[in-house]
């Protein structure tokens, strides 16, 4: 019987002692065997056949300039500084990621802003896949469609219903950059059609995506909640290809401008001769606001005049949780509306709902100035939708506000007074200037 060891004789070589160059032989096993009499491939030719067949494989895998990108090249930890839970979510996908390829069981599902390594992971199972032999299809979700729609010209050398099978059927398929295709009807259906098959066959499937689940159309959700068959990672990491923002600021966040304000920096003014009751609340307020940071839990809502210190507390408490976790969202009572108007643009990347969505339910969010905004019906709603929210999820915020609580919206103040959520403190402190005072 041919074993499969290394041979020094190449595809053809008459003096391979096992074909003597035909690069076949028959099988070495008794008369009485159904394998008597059948031809083999030698050993001297099956590496040109193994080589062939991975060059196949890659070329219908549709890889091209990704068959770079390997689990050996990718760094599990990010970059150097990376707060240690976004770097843990990183490694935790990369482990993941080379688990599944190992077994080639069930779906994986790789959640995350643009740029946190979701592509590189899928890319890297890909090429490991082909590698082992399995026959792979990498396919960006706009790109499918497009190859779909394509089936329909005169162009198309194959027809669309083999096209759709071949997707439905190849053995690991890895959908990238889902939800960034345009969601018609057409699509949509499509999209459920390939994913449905696929669930109910249990056939391997990576998908990465930089949308929440729950804006997943609702029949495909419900496949990828399944515990079952799909492994979901969510990547906290910022993004890569950015090292500006190297903690991963939210587009819409102000964070970054408040660097510097930091618990460490916060003043308590004692030689400003301020009156013994300003200095204590100050003292109070930079207390609870350290061990809010610490953990972030329910409602905290900074009352006082301009210039006070509020703005410097709430963002020492996102600059906090950005060190140790992900960056909060920080916005401006003013700017958040600015930011949800500007959806309504033809120009605007981003819907409305979307928009909306992403501000009401991030995990902690900062709300500056509330009381600044224009009071206009619609203003005065949305605010309201969002705190109703974040109420009744519960979800922590930050709060600054230079108005009396009898000055807010009654709707607002109702959330805000509910003592078993949300905790109020006033500083009493003036705006501060800077100037020191001599003590007599």
Same mark, same amino acid.
């Given at each position: 019987?041919?074993?499969?060891?290394?041979?020094?004789?190449? @595809?053809?070589?008459?003096?391979?002692?096992?074909?003597?160059?035909?690069?076949?032989?028959?099988?070495?096993?008794?008369?009485?065997? @159904?394998?008597?009499? *059948?031809?083999?491939?030698?050993?001297?030719?099956?590496?040109?056949?193994?080589?062939?067949?991975?060059?196949?494989?890659?070329?219908?895998?549709?890889?091209? $300039?990704?068959?770079?990108?390997?689990?050996?090249?990718?760094?599990?930890?990010?970059?150097?500084?990376?707060?240690?839970?976004?770097?843990?979510?990183?490694?935790?996908?990369?482990?993941?990621? $080379?688990?599944?390829? !190992?077994?080639?069981?069930?779906?994986?599902?790789?959640?995350?802003?643009? !740029?946190?390594?979701?592509?590189?992971?899928?890319?890297?199972?890909?090429?490991?896949?082909?590698?082992?032999?399995?026959?792979? %299809?990498?396919?960006?979700?706009?790109?499918?469609?497009?190859?779909?729609?394509?089936?329909?010209?005169?162009?198309?050398?194959?027809?669309?219903?083999?096209?759709?099978?071949?997707?439905?059927?190849?053995?690991?398929?890895?959908?990238?950059?889902?939800?960034?295709?345009?969601?018609?009807?057409?699509?949509?259906?499509?999209?459920?059609?390939?994913?449905?098959?696929?669930?109910?066959? *249990?056939?391997?499937?990576?998908?990465?995506?930089?949308?929440?689940?729950?804006?997943?159309?609702?029949?495909?959700?419900?496949?990828?909640?399944?515990?079952?068959?799909?492994?979901?990672?969510?990547?906290?990491?910022?993004?890569?290809?950015?090292?500006?923002?190297?903690?991963?600021?939210?587009?819409?966040?102000?964070?970054?401008?408040?660097?510097?304000?930091?618990?460490?920096?916060?003043?308590?003014?004692?030689?400003?001769?301020?009156?013994?009751?300003?200095?204590?609340?100050?003292?109070?307020?930079?207390?609870?606001?350290?061990?809010?940071?610490?953990? @972030?839990?329910?409602?905290?809502?900074?009352?006082?005049?301009?210039?006070?210190?509020?703005?410097?507390?709430?963002?020492?408490?996102?600059?906090?949780?950005?060190?140790?976790?992900?960056?909060?969202?920080?916005?401006?009572?003013?700017? %958040?509306?600015?930011?949800?108007?500007?959806?309504?643009?033809?120009?605007?990347?981003?819907?409305?709902? *979307?928009?909306?969505?992403?501000?009401?339910?991030?995990?902690?969010?900062?709300?500056?100035?509330?009381?600044?905004?224009?009071?206009?019906?619609?203003?005065?709603?949305?605010?309201?939708?969002?705190?109703?929210?974040?109420?009744?999820?519960? %979800?922590?915020?930050?709060?600054?506000?230079?108005?009396?609580?009898?000055?807010?919206?009654?709707?607002?103040?109702?959330?805000?007074?509910?003592?078993? %959520?949300?905790?109020?403190?006033?500083?009493?402190?003036?705006?501060?200037?800077?100037? *020191?005072?001599?003590?007599?």
């Amino acid at each position: 019987m041919i074993k499969s060891e290394q041979t020094q004789y190449g @595809p053809g070589d008459p003096n391979c002692p096992y074909c003597g160059g035909l690069g076949y032989v028959g099988a070495d096993v008794p008369v009485s065997d @159904p394998e008597f009499g *059948k031809l083999r491939i030698c050993v001297c030719r099956a590496k040109e056949l193994n080589t062939r067949q991975r060059e196949h494989l890659q070329t219908i895998s549709n890889l091209g $300039s990704l068959s770079e990108m390997t689990f050996d090249n990718f760094q599990p930890r990010g970059r150097v500084g990376m707060p240690r839970q976004q770097a843990d979510t990183l490694e935790q996908a990369y482990n993941t990621a $080379s688990n599944f390829v !190992g077994t080639l069981k069930g779906w994986l599902l790789l959640l995350g802003r643009y !740029g946190t390594g979701k592509t590189h992971l899928a890319a890297a199972i890909a090429n490991q896949a082909v590698k082992m032999g399995v026959e792979t %299809l990498f396919l960006t979700v706009p790109d499918l469609l497009d190859w779909l729609r394509f089936a329909f010209s005169a162009q198309a050398e194959s027809g669309f219903e083999s096209r759709f099978e071949a997707i439905r059927n190849v053995p690991l398929l890895i959908m990238d950059d889902f939800g960034t295709h345009n969601a018609t009807a057409w699509a949509q259906e499509k999209l459920f059609q390939i994913l449905d098959y696929r669930y109910v066959a *249990k056939l391997p499937t990576v998908i990465t995506s930089n949308l929440n689940l729950n804006d997943f159309e609702g029949r495909i959700n419900s496949r990828l909640l399944d515990p079952q068959l799909v492994t979901r990672v969510d990547i906290l990491a910022p993004d890569y290809r950015n090292p500006t923002n190297d903690v991963g600021h939210h587009e819409l966040s102000s964070l970054a401008l408040h660097g510097s304000q930091t618990f460490e920096r916060f003043e308590l003014r004692k030689d400003e001769g301020l009156p013994k009751g300003d200095v204590q609340s100050l003292s109070e307020a930079l207390s609870i606001a350290k061990s809010y940071a610490e953990r @972030p839990q329910g409602w905290l809502v900074f009352f006082g005049p301009y210039g006070c210190g509020k703005t410097h507390l709430a963002a020492a408490i996102g600059n906090y949780q950005a060190s140790i976790s992900v960056p909060p969202l920080m916005v401006v009572v003013p700017d %958040l509306l600015d930011h949800l108007r500007a959806s309504f643009s033809p120009q605007s990347g981003t819907s409305l709902d *979307k928009r909306f969505e992403e501000i009401r339910s991030t995990y902690l969010l900062i709300l500056d100035d509330l009381g600044t905004q224009s009071a206009t019906p619609w203003a005065r709603e949305k605010l309201y939708q969002l705190f109703n929210y974040r109420y009744i999820a519960e %979800l922590p915020t930050v709060i600054t506000t230079s108005l009396a609580p009898g000055e807010l919206d009654p709707r607002l103040l109702a959330r805000i007074s509910d003592r078993r %959520l949300s905790k109020p403190v006033y500083m009493s402190a003036p705006a501060y200037t800077g100037e *020191k005072k001599s003590r007599k």
